[in-house]
């Protein structure tokens, strides 16, 4: 079965990295080439550029990311590089969930962030005393895994945590109103989004979602429609569409392969939809990505 999603140490071995952790900082000096083709992420990431600017694709959309912003993406989130200046460095910190989130009870602690609530990524700009605070503290992070401690798993959970809340205090001014009450509608979406983002390769109703929750379909559709403006259906189908693509990206499986992972009942159905939401047939959306 193919790999569909780059762990830590996959993405770091297009670098030349070997490292083989539940994260990772990097060292925000020059990078000398950058991998060409995309690679979808199974962690989360912080990256803030320290000087001069890249432009990338991120989930099939360019954007220019500059001095001061910052990049933060969730898992499954599709990224390539294309130019950067002469002068691009960046700050990346890279963990697993499952790793963050060890003995804590709530799993979506991480959604529950401003920057991380309704997007698989954002594209933050932060003023030049907010850059530094983060790069700064990014290398005592850095400090702490190249040391020998005795508790160093703790340490490193700790530091993560006070990066991602000292981020999120940066934003807490003007959006303070929308935070997240345990168990209101709002942190119910959440919920939504992670069980779609986990089983969207064998489920594709919204009953099998609002039974999860245990809620009515009716209730999951009013929660879904106040948070972004969209159905359940809606977000279901654009994260299906993402399973698709990326295991179009791989040219040893067959297309009749994917409809079959999708849970399709023909080829022709993953056909159908597959046109139906990017206006061209699995078949030619291979085929461009062959020639570009």
Not at 31 to 48: A, G, V
């Amino acid at each position: 079965m193919d790999q569909t999603y780059d762990k830590i140490r996959d993405t770091l071995a297009n670098f030349e990295v070997d490292c083989n952790l539940p994260y990772y900082v990097s060292s925000g000096k020059k990078q000398l080439e950058y991998p060409q083709k995309s690679f979808r992420m199974d962690y989360y990431s912080l990256c803030i550029c320290t000087r001069g600017q890249i432009t990338v694709s991120i989930d099939g959309q360019q954007h220019k990311i500059k001095q001061f912003n910052l990049l933060a993406a969730k898992p499954a989130t599709k990224i390539s590089f294309q130019d950067k200046s002469e002068d691009f460095r960046m700050k990346l910190l890279f963990f697993e969930k499952d790793f963050l989130l060890k003995n804590i009870s709530d799993p979506f602690t991480i959604e529950k962030l401003l920057f991380f609530e309704d997007r698989l990524f954002e594209i933050i700009q932060l003023e030049e005393q907010e850059s530094n605070r983060l790069v700064k503290l990014m290398k005592y992070l850095e400090g702490k895994i190249n040391l020998d401690l005795k508790f160093k798993d703790e340490i490193i959970r700790t530091l993560i945590f006070n990066l991602l809340l000292e981020t999120a205090e940066f934003l807490q001014t003007e959006q303070s109103e929308n935070a997240v009450i345990p168990n209101n509608p709002r942190n119910t979406y959440f919920q939504f989004l992670n069980l779609v983002m986990e089983n969207i390769s064998q489920h594709k109703k919204v009953d099998y979602y609002a039974q999860k929750l245990h809620i009515s379909n009716k209730y999951l559709i009013q929660i879904v429609k106040k948070a972004v403006d969209k159905t359940p259906h809606e977000i279901i189908d654009s994260y299906l569409l993402k399973e698709a693509v990326v295991l179009l990206g791989n040219p040893s499986v067959n297309i009749s392969d994917i409809a079959y992972r999708l849970r399709f009942n023909s080829v022709s159905a993953f056909g159908r939809f597959f046109k139906k939401h990017s206006s061209v047939s699995p078949t030619d959306y291979r085929r461009l990505q062959n020639m570009s």
